[in-house]
């Protein structure tokens, strides 16, 4: 039995599979930036922005989502 509110990338229109490659493509050099800035001005907001974006990368690198 299928549950209703399952999700399936290959069912997503046009426009979300676009914005979803494009987060794909941006990831990686947000984090870049975000690590060097989390070095030379570490916050609390800036550290969690930093896992926030590699929990993100790695979600793409692994197709949780």
């Known amino acids: 039995m299928k549950n209703k509110f399952s ?3 290959y069912t997503l229109q046009t426009w979300g599979r ?8 941006l990831i990686i050099p947000f984090a870049i930036f975000q690590g060097i800035r989390t070095i030379f001005f570490p916050t609390t ?4 922005l930093l896992a926030i974006f590699i929990l993100v990368a790695l979600g793409y ?3 949780w989502f």
């Open 7 to 9: 999700f399936n990338k």
């Open 45 to 48: 907001f800036d550290v969690l």
């Open 61 to 63: 690198h692994y197709e």
């Open 18 to 25: 676009n914005i979803r490659g494009v987060c794909r493509q």
